[in-house]
């Protein structure tokens, strides 16, 4: 699963929420679980093989209608009863090989007696007929009165283990099968499920029914069902059908946004060594999917949010590559081999986010893909949550396995194992480990054993400090050059704490010293909590570099003097390296010097990631010569993604009329979106003397999805002003475009505060049907602090129409709203820097309380969907 949606500044944005963490209220995270999964693969009964899965539904009632036959043979002697996965469902009938059978049911379970003890490699065939009202698993999207022309659409959603809430059967990845999956839907409708589709015939009644075979076992919560009103478009890839599915009415966005899939599986097949694996690659996008996408096997689906507007499209510079690169990365590593345990599921999802890198570097260049990693690795240091866990684990009770640990730290370990063996050592190890795997559950064993065959190196040290252990080096680094001996002595002392499962690191670093003679590599070993390393130079050196180009996952407080890390920005010759300075220039004392370097590399740099952190540390020093800076690269840059980021930096300036000016002028002209979006959210965290009118006709005019409405939209909350209510009240109303709903609603609770009128109103959206709708009432309520909402809370949630998920969110915000003291305090208090979630940077400390808590709705938002199992992801702001 992917939890970012959109890009990368998104991504960006997920990980500033949790940078937040350490600052929030106790109170707000005690959102009660939910049912941890299962951590370790259970001992199997017996080996499901093959599943005839046949569906119908019943829209009204938002029913599946099932029958299934399981085949499946016996791996235990005396084995005298199957039991299956099955949440909620109403068992109708069960036969074994055709003989009617008695069957006894549980909440979670359903127990089919066999007629006698079974022995080893007998074969039965189950075959069960239910229905079902699914509150996870599958979801039936569909027309009302306030939306009567939404394209109806059911989708499902397995991982990770989801798929037993609409088909009963063994739910866990320790077993493969194939499956046939047959459909019986409205004769207008398209569906997708996993495979290749072998037939769509009349089904009478103004219906059809599709058939779709996977001949290649996966496991079951790689199953998809995608069904509805959809648009196709079909492109192939060396005769491999390669198709995309939008919405009705949105399938002109399929190939502005996915046109590059098949480049794609072109340069993994040939990267891996390892042809794509499956009949057919599709991709569904459907709307109000809980995740930003999903690896089904053969099928993704990803979140209609993808599908940006063709015009806003080129306004970012990676389009939806992430997304889309990770599922696919899946394919391989997740599908064609899959995890056999939660607890090694950076086996998918670490291997999947590594794969994004690599098609970056492809396609975009090398100096991207650094920023990508760059970005990553701060991302996951900032989440302390993550530092004394291990990335291979079984205790995550508290705390979902699909974390940051799964994800960024271990796309790092590949990073690192790269850099390490060698790129051919490296791809031929994992060659080896697919091929050997193929269609098998796996371990974190089964890597290390297979890269071993391959490239006869032992990785089983750089696993245990890795991903058995936890944490990374944290180093201190300085050094003192010897004029007499003419050499560098460096000094590395790791800094981390040792305690628990992190320890002193062993690694691998390239120390590059540049003096009279030009730079000079040193390969070195670090291994102890403080050692000196001497190198010759025949002169005082002008640049130092420890770890030249950011090769391992690490922090480094290199004591440098200003000149030098002057030098590093503007003479550095890997991405990382300049990075490091832009960003350590922010800790010295701002002077002209600083600034007009900053501001050089800002305009000049040939890595736009270099240019955006030096826009983002002149967003930080602040002062007159800063916002000269900015402003002079705003008016010389044209690139969309580097003008969004200048203009939001400038959100942080406050009380400088200039640049309120200029916000002005880029809110009402530009031409970026981009840009005039941020413009018209820092106008209002700027709280800029002219804002109001500005933001009212912004609302008023029309763009590209609403793009800039919904900026407008969400500003009117920052800004404070209650004119805006009215406005506010108009746009949340039923009826209008769902993301100026949520945007609308957010910014209405955070004005007129004592207002019952406005808490009443926002609580009559409690009880619609449309997730984000709700999900914004919600957490608006809980961040609004009027304790009247408490009551609709708590109906809502006595209330049968409820997903699952929504419960602990909903018990949290009447926690929040229960005791607002305790939020109080404990939060960190504010500076200042009213500035929105879209841009803030790495700049992580100019935020006020309200700021805080909007995070924290996030975030609380982001765990439960965690614990979901789903692949978390923020409402995107659109910006
Ligand atoms: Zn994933």
Redesign the pocket.
């Known amino acids: 699963?992917?939890r970012e949606l959109f890009h990368r500044t998104h991504r960006h944005c997920t990980r500033a929420a949790l940078l937040t963490l350490a600052a929030l209220p106790a109170i707000l995270l005690a959102a009660p679980p939910l049912r941890a999964d299962e951590p370790y693969a259970r001992t199997r009964d017996y080996d499901l093989q093959h599943s005839r899965i046949s569906l119908r539904f019943d829209l009204e009632q938002k029913k599946v209608l099932g029958e299934v036959t399981h085949t499946l043979s016996i791996l235990r002697d005396g084995t005298a009863r199957i039991a299956f996965d099955s949440a909620d469902l109403a068992i109708q009938s069960v036969t074994v090989n055709k003989a009617a059978s008695k069957f006894e049911t549980s909440h979670d379970k359903l127990i089919v007696p066999l007629p006698a003890p079974a022995r080893v490699g007998e074969k039965f065939e189950i075959a069960i007929r239910y229905e079902g009202k699914p509150t996870k698993g599958m979801y039936f999207i569909l027309p009302d009165k306030d939306y009567p022309d939404r394209p109806k659409q059911i989708w499902t959603q397995g991982e990770s283990e989801d798929t037993r809430y609409y088909l009963p059967t063994y739910d866990y990845p320790n077993d493969r099968l194939t499956t046939e999956t047959i459909l019986t839907v409205p004769a207008s409708w398209i569906t997708v499920a996993n495979g290749k589709l072998l037939s769509v015939t009349e089904a009478g009644k103004g219906l059809k029914t599709w058939t779709w075979k996977e001949y290649l076992p996966s496991s079951t919560y790689l199953i998809t069902v995608v069904a509805g009103e959809f648009e196709e478009v079909k492109d192939s890839w060396h005769g491999i059908p390669v198709t995309y599915y939008a919405p009705k009415g949105r399938g002109d966005r399929l190939p502005v946004n996915y046109g590059r899939t098949p480049a794609m599986i072109e340069l993994f097949s040939k990267k891996l060594g390892v042809d794509y694996p499956w009949e057919k690659y599709a991709q569904s996008m459907v709307d109000d999917f809980v995740a930003g996408?999903m690896?089904n096997s053969s099928a993704t689906t990803n979140n209609s949010r993808s599908l940006v507007h063709p015009k806003l499209a080129p306004e970012y510079l990676t389009g939806q590559d992430d997304l889309i690169s990770?599922?696919l990365g899946?394919q391989w590593f997740?599908d064609l081999v899959t995890c056999k345990d939660w607890g090694n599921v950076w086996l998918?999802?670490g291997f999947?986010?590594f794969m994004e890198v690599v098609w970056t570097e492809a396609h975009f260049g090398k100096d991207q893909a650094d920023y990508q990693r760059w970005q990553g690795a701060r991302q996951w240091f900032d989440n302390g949550n993550l530092w004394n866990k291990s990335i291979v684990r079984h205790d995550f009770e508290d705390s979902s396995e699909f974390d940051g640990n799964a994800?960024e730290k271990g796309a790092w370990v590949l990073y690192m194992l790269r850099h390490q063996l060698g790129e051919d050592a490296f791809y031929r190890g994992l060659k080896h480990y697919l091929e050997v795997n193929r269609g098998k559950n796996v371990v974190t064993a089964d890597f290390a054993r297979a890269i071993e065959e391959a490239t006869h190196v032992n990785i089983d040290q750089f696993l245990g400090q890795w991903v058995y252990g936890a944490g990374a080096p944290k180093f201190d680094l300085s050094y003192a050059y010897d004029n007499e001996k003419h050499q560098v002595a460096l000094t590395v002392k790791q800094t981390q704490k040792v305690e628990g499962r992190v320890g002193i690191f062993r690694v691998p670093v390239d120390v590059e010293i540049t003096a009279g003679g030009g730079p000079k590599l040193h390969p070195i070993t670090v291994s102890k909590a403080q050692e000196i390393f001497t190198f010759p130079a025949d002169s005082a050196p002008v640049m130092v570099l420890f770890d030249k180009g950011g090769q391992v996952l690490k922090t480094a407080d290199f004591h440098k003097e200003k000149k030098e890390w002057l030098y590093q920005l503007k003479n550095a010759g890997e991405f990382a390296d300049r990075a490091d300075a832009a960003a350590a220039l922010g800790k010295a004392k701002a002077d002209d010097e600083i600034i007009a370097a900053l501001g050089d590399a800002l305009r000049h740099d040939k890595s736009w990631g270099v240019r955006a952190t030096a826009a983002d540390t002149l967003g930080k020093l602040g002062g007159a010569g800063a916002a000269k800076a900015l402003l002079d690269a705003v008016n010389s840059s044209d690139t969309p993604w580097v003008r969004n980021r200048i203009v939001t930096v400038l959100g942080n300036f406050k009380d400088d009329a200039a640049i309120a000016a200029k916000l002005e002028s880029l809110a009402k002209q530009d031409n970026s979106y981009r840009a005039r979006a941020a413009a018209l959210q820092a106008l209002g965290a700027l709280k800029a003397p002219k804002a109001f009118a500005t933001l009212d006709a912004a609302v008023a005019g029309d763009s590209p999805d609403d793009f800039l409405r919904n900026a407008a939209l969400r500003s009117l909350g920052s800004l404070g002003d209650d004119k805006a209510v009215p406005l506010l009240l108009q746009w949340s109303a039923p009826g209008k475009p769902i993301e100026s709903r949520t945007a609308a609603i957010r910014s209405l609770a955070r004005l007129q505060k004592d207002n019952k009128d406005i808490t009443k109103q926002i609580a009559t959206y409690l009880n619609e049907p449309h997730f984000p709708v709700r999900m914004a009432a919600i957490f608006s309520l809980g961040s609004r602090g009027d304790a009247t909402a408490i009551p609709a809370l708590e109906a809502l949630l006595k209330s049968g129409d409820l997903s699952i998920e929504m419960t602990p969110m909903i018990k949290g915000q009447i926690a929040r709203l229960k005791s607002p003291a305790d939020a109080k305090n404990n939060s960190r208090a504010s500076t200042d820097g009213e500035n929105e979630e879209s841009g803030r940077g790495s700049s992580g400390e100019n935020v006020t309380t309200g700021q805080r808590l909007e995070k924290l709705e996030h975030l609380i938002q982001e765990m439960n969907e965690r614990l979901k199992s789903i692949?978390t992801r923020l409402p995107p702001p659109k910006q």
Do not use: D, F, K, P
């Open positions: 699963m992917i996408g690896e990770h599922e899946h997740g998918n999802e999947a986010s994800y692949e």
